[in-house]
């Protein structure tokens, strides 16, 4: 997936391409997009489609009309039209799929104020594009230092120049509204070019910044995710999580959007359970529920009166409870049912099934192995037998 860029450097260190996921093979791409449908020949008498998706710096697609018939490919960098002046992208889709991606994303591939594409980069404007790129941090730095003299409580994360360089995109993250007008005046006489702020939410930050989760992967955002759902402290509930912020928010700050993924399992399988807040009357008193084992069907009753003292009930034993107090019937205690559960010892001695060395070899450090012929100070020792005739 990688291309000759991410190989290794010296010393075996991983060179990389230092482009966050937006080199230009279209190899190891973020969001990028199989063209399923290239070995596929047109019906007789249907034109291609006229759309082809671009994209720019990190995450940014968008799409544009070949109104001049040029032949691309995936991979082709190309000029496309701009607010002002041109801006210059990678093609990442060419064909039918294009006007599935519009319909997915909801664009009108009629409109006629679709944007165009004006020709194939010439090297000339490779050159301006790249020289522009290689100099975002720089501004980066000095817009950060213009923003701290100033007061303002926001962080600029990441800058886009446009690729002709007449425009520069700031993309920046703030708690409340800022003004930034001086900010702007400033930036323009520093940078001399046309400058745009645009707010971004936390989740789009730790997007266009990458890095790695506390899974030890990549995050989902930089990879393949591309809608952000909100996430709500539920979702933990419903998953039996402790509400631990430092365990359950992301590098953003906020809640991790993986807790999305398993919610509907454990939705579909809540339905089976009681709600928490339904007592169990016995003669003894009222039980509450205390804890819940949604996959392998236990729940733990507690009487009001001694809530230490935990009793482990099948998910059929509860349901039988409560029908029979649904009859004004109360059982005599919830020991009777804990005591049919035969606990199983899931617990198994560990076995070197694969001939695996010892994983604490390595905590006790290494003896030095003597020289051959030479004593603890290092002075060789003389011959056995030179000795023994001394003696």
Avoid at 43 to 52: K, L, M, R
Avoid at 275 to 292: E, M, N, P, S, Y
Avoid at 311 to 330: G, P, S
Avoid at 376 to 381: A, D, F, S, V
Wanted: charged residues 30%; glycine residues 8%; contains cysteine.
């Amino acid at each position: 997936m990688g291309c000759s860029s991410c190989s290794t450097g010296k010393g075996g260190q991983p060179r990389g391409c230092k482009n966050n996921g937006t080199c230009g093979t279209d190899g190891c791409n973020k969001l990028t997009v199989f063209d399923w449908l290239s070995n596929m020949s047109l019906p007789a008498g249907q034109e291609p489609f006229d759309c082809v998706e671009v994209r720019f710096k990190n995450s940014r697609k968008e799409f544009f009309r070949n109104t001049q018939n040029i032949s691309l490919s995936i991979g082709d960098v190309v000029a496309t039209e701009a607010a002002s002046g041109h801006d210059v992208g990678i093609v990442t889709l060419t064909g039918e799929l294009v006007r599935v991606q519009m319909k997915r994303k909801k664009t009108d591939w009629k409109d006629p104020a679709l944007p165009k594409i004006y020709r194939k980069a010439t090297q000339r404007d490779i050159d301006i594009w790249t020289s522009v790129r290689d100099k975002e941090e720089e501004v980066k730095k000095r817009s950060r230092e213009l923003a701290i003299a100033l007061g303002l409580q926001m962080k600029i994360s990441d800058i886009e120049f446009q690729g002709d360089g007449s425009k520069a995109t700031f993309y920046y993250t703030a708690e409340e509204r800022v003004d930034f007008r001086q900010l702007i005046k400033d930036m323009a006489r520093a940078f001399n070019v046309r400058i745009e702020m645009r707010q971004i939410g936390f989740r789009q930050e730790a997007s266009r910044l990458g890095g790695i989760g506390s899974c030890g992967r990549e995050l989902c955002c930089s990879t393949w995710l591309t809608d952000f759902r909100s996430v709500n402290t539920s979702s933990a509930r419903y998953q039996q999580l402790s509400l631990n912020p430092q365990k359950l928010a992301g590098q953003c700050g906020k809640l991790k959007c993986c807790l999305n993924y398993e919610l509907d399992a454990y939705l579909d399988a809540l339905h089976e359970f009681p709600k928490t807040d339904v007592k169990l009357f016995t003669a003894r008193g009222r039980a509450v529920c205390q804890k819940i084992d949604i996959f392998k069907g236990f729940l733990w009753y507690a009487y009001e009166d001694n809530g230490a003292n935990w009793h482990k009930l099948t998910l059929e034993q509860v349901h039988d409870i409560i029908d029979k107090n649904k009859h004004d019937v109360r059982v005599d205690g919830l020991e009777e049912y804990a005591s049919e559960i035969v606990e199983e010892d899931t617990k198994k001695a560990f076995e070197n099934v694969v001939g695996q060395d010892s994983l604490t070899r390595f905590d006790q450090p290494r003896k030095k192995r003597r020289a051959k012929g030479r004593g603890k100070n290092g002075k060789k020792r003389a011959p056995r037998k030179a000795a023994r005739k001394k003696e």
